[in-house]
């Protein structure tokens, strides 16, 4: 784990529904949790931030379009993580209302020019954070910090909020737990990777706000 506490980074609220068991998605990626009011509660949060953030696993499997419904807005940014710039150009992402929800792919150094440009030339603005395999999260948070990026709303999926955990770097976690117990060790969970191997290492949080709302619980818990 890092612990670059004076990383100059967004706020960030990981935002999730889970089953009982703590599954995102069903093994079959049925992501369907959410009853109408969380949505409303989601969409809110989503009007409280200058940023949504999302992985290219959400984008592939889900094709969200990551835009605000029920409330007045002024729109925010939606932000992919993509280590090889490779989520397809006709995504919702790129394509629904890119004047009020402009979008950021964040990728590695390792990507063509010729590619880059494909993308900008579809309105997508392009970060480039680290040599490696992976997007560098540590690397990434104060490039966004520099585009007046100041909280961001994380909304997975597990893969990627494993390396947000990894990092340090969740100062607050809005979760709802839907009345399902799904199973499956292929089903996603809401923290995947490789995992701490001892509770001493792992991030610790304190839980602020506890509510309950016919069968669904909604947790709010912010960093020691
Ligand atoms: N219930 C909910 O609230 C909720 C919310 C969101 C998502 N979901 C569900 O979650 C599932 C998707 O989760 P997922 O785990 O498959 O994918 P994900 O976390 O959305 O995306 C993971 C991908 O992001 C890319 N990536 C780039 N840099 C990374 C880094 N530093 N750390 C981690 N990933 C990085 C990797 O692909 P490359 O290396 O190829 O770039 C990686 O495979 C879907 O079924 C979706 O429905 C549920």
């Known amino acids: 784990m890092n612990f670059l506490i004076y990383l100059s980074k967004p706020y960030l609220i990981l935002s999730a ?8 998605a069903s093994k079959a990626g ?24 999302v992985g290219k696993g959400t984008i592939l499997k889900d094709d969200p379009k990551l835009h605000i419904k029920y409330y ?7 932000i992919v993580i993509d280590s ?19 979008t950021i ?8 020019k010729e590619r880059i440009k494909e993308f900008e030339s579809n309105k997508v603005k392009i970060v480039q954070a680290g040599k490696g395999s ?13 585009l007046g ?3 961001i709303l994380l909304e997975g999926g597990g893969t990627l909020n494993w390396s947000f955990i990894n990092d340090d770097l969740i100062d607050e976690m809005r979760l709802t737990i839907a009345p ?4 499956g060790k292929e089903a996603t969970s809401l923290v995947e990777g490789e995992g701490f191997d001892s509770m001493l290492k792992a991030p610790r949080f304190i839980l602020t706000n506890v509510r309950s709302r016919d069968n669904y619980i909604i947790l709010r818990y912010t960093r020691k």
């Open 17 to 24: 529904a889970m089953t009982i068991d703590g599954k995102i």
């Open 30 to 53: 049925d992501p369907e949790l959410s009853d109408e009011e969380d949505w409303r509660e989601v969409h809110k949060l989503r009007t409280e931030v200058d940023a949504i953030l």
């Open 72 to 78: 007045d807005h002024s729109g925010y940014y939606r």
């Open 84 to 102: 090889n710039l490779s989520i397809p150009l006709k995504s919702n992402v790129i394509t629904f209302q890119p004047d009020t929800y402009p």
């Open 105 to 112: 792919i964040c990728t590695t150094e390792n990507i063509p």
């Open 134 to 146: 992976r997007v560098d999260l540590l690397k990434l948070m104060p490039l966004l910090s520099e």
């Open 149 to 151: 990026i100041k909280s």
């Open 180 to 183: 399902w117990v799904v199973g």
